[in-house]
């Protein structure tokens, strides 16, 4: 986007706060985040306007028709919404750009737009952003210690590569730094599985060495692959490419099974390093998606995500190789939906695909293709099955309630899994068959 059109979007999508900051007399610019997207040709998610020497409260107070609030505690903010949008409005002692800038983490974030459209880029943010780099501002950087994540994440959204001074800067760093906020290490992560290119991330990662932060992360570094199977390389190497292939062509997926699905992307082989032997001159590693569901529960719990993808992202990764190795069939599909739920079919089947796409230059395949369409057929590529048989069933019946009930619950869905039956009435059926054999056993022993 040319300089004049930044102009022109910053009109058309904040003038009424524009004007407001201006009416009252105040020195104001806009900074950071928006001003980099609309030089990168993008449509800005938020605008965040700085304010010079000015009252939060009376920041706050002037944007009361727009809902204006102050929120934070160590860097508050008064923030409001506009035609969708979010902005946030900071206070700065500094009516000097230049100085002002300096307390930003990254030059392409050190940029500015003034109330004529002057853009101000202090310290060669526009040529880094054209380069394709990030570039820490001064040693300040890590006076907050998230940034080191936060590298991880401006890559994966901007396709962009560490510079090799940061890089270097945050190596020498690392053994110093406080430990992180959980919450705020959260959000990095939850925002760079929703980036573009999670690969440019996990790069970062590596060349600023806070990947030792991972250890989960950090084995599979050097775990070798057998090069016939894996041709790109070790298993590091094949994790980015597998998370850069889930992250192509999810429009159709929202939020929250694109997280899962990179979270299980990310996780799919940390039973390698613990599993990879060689044998006869192969390198194997019999049992590794099982063998990864510990290390990817202490993954993301380092992670700090949310519980409530933890046994859906865990099920990916101890089901990812059923499709090598398993036979088509409605009872195995049914299964793998069971075994697999909070997790679907139709997300497992991504990630299938994903991790054959993993392997370049051997041309990806899609293994779980046909289990998605079975499972369609079945209706299961949304979930598991729903029981046919409930308690109720089971009571009137004669039984009483209790672990007898449990019981022959259980054994009802096994059956309904196996295709004994796949109505109601012909539930109804082998059940009533069912208690009468299982009271006959009683009775006879």
């Given amino acids: 986007m040319a300089h004049d059109d930044i102009q022109a979007d910053i009109w058309q999508h904040t003038h009424a706060i524009r004007q407001l900051l201006t009416d009252a007399g105040w020195q104001w610019r806009l900074v950071g985040g928006a001003v980099r997207d609309l030089l990168n040709g993008q449509h800005p998610h938020e605008y965040d306007f700085e304010v010079v020497g000015v009252s939060l409260h009376d920041i706050a107070e002037r944007c009361a028709p727009y809902a204006g609030h102050i929120v934070g505690s160590d860097k ?27 307390h930003r983490d990254v030059t392409i974030n050190a940029l500015a737009v003034l109330p004529d459209g002057t853009l101000v880029d202090p310290h060669g943010g526009v040529a880094d952003l054209k380069a394709g780099l990030l570039r820490h501002i001064n040693a300040a950087f890590l006076v907050d210690p998230i940034r080191v994540l936060r590298l991880m994440r401006l890559a994966a959204t901007y396709r962009l590569t560490v510079a090799p001074t940061t890089a270097q800067f945050v190596r020498q760093s690392l053994p110093t730094l406080p430990a992180l906020d959980p919450d705020r290490i959260w959000h990095e992560w939850r925002l760079w599985a929703l980036a573009p290119s999670p690969a440019h991330g996990l790069n970062a990662l590596a060349h600023t060495n806070a ?76 049992g590794h998606a099982a063998a990864g569901v510990v290390p990817t529960q202490a993954l993301l719990a380092r992670l700090h995500a949310p519980k409530r993808y933890h046994d859906a992202v865990c099920n990916l990764v ?27 079919i139709e997300l497992w089947e991504r990630l299938t695909a994903a991790d054959s796409a993993g392997r370049p230059p051997l041309p990806a395949q899609h293994p779980g293709a046909q289990f998605v369409s079975r499972a369609r057929q079945l209706h299961v590529h949304r979930g598991r099955p729903a029981a046919l048989i409930r308690g109720g069933d089971v009571i009137a019946r004669g039984v009483a309630p209790g672990p007898r009930v449990r019981s022959a619950l259980t054994a009802a869905y096994d059956a309904q899994l196996d295709g004994l039956f796949d109505t109601h009435e012909a539930g109804v059926r082998w059940l009533t068959t069912y208690l009468a054999a299982t009271i006959t056993g009683e009775t006879t022993t």
């Fill in 318 to 344: 101890k089901e990812h190789m059923v499709a090598v190795n398993a036979t088509v069939t409605d009872r195995s599909v049914r299964r793998l939906a069971q075994r697999l739920a909070p997790a679907d």
């Fill in 76 to 102: 508050p903010i008064v923030r409001l919404r506009l035609n969708g949008l979010p902005i946030d409005i900071s206070v700065t002692e500094h009516a000097d750009i230049h100085i002002s800038a300096a």
């Fill in 211 to 286: 990947i030792t932060l991972y250890p989960e992360l950090e084995a599979l570094m050097g775990c070798a692959q057998d090069p016939i199977y894996h041709p790109e390389g070790d298993v590091w190497v094949h994790t980015g490419h597998v998370c850069a292939a889930a992250a192509r062509d999810n429009d159709a997926l929202d939020a929250e099974q694109r997280i899962t699905l990179l979270l299980a992307a990310l996780c799919h082989d940390l039973g390698k390093p613990a599993t990879t032997t060689e044998q006869a001159g192969r390198i194997l590693s019999p």
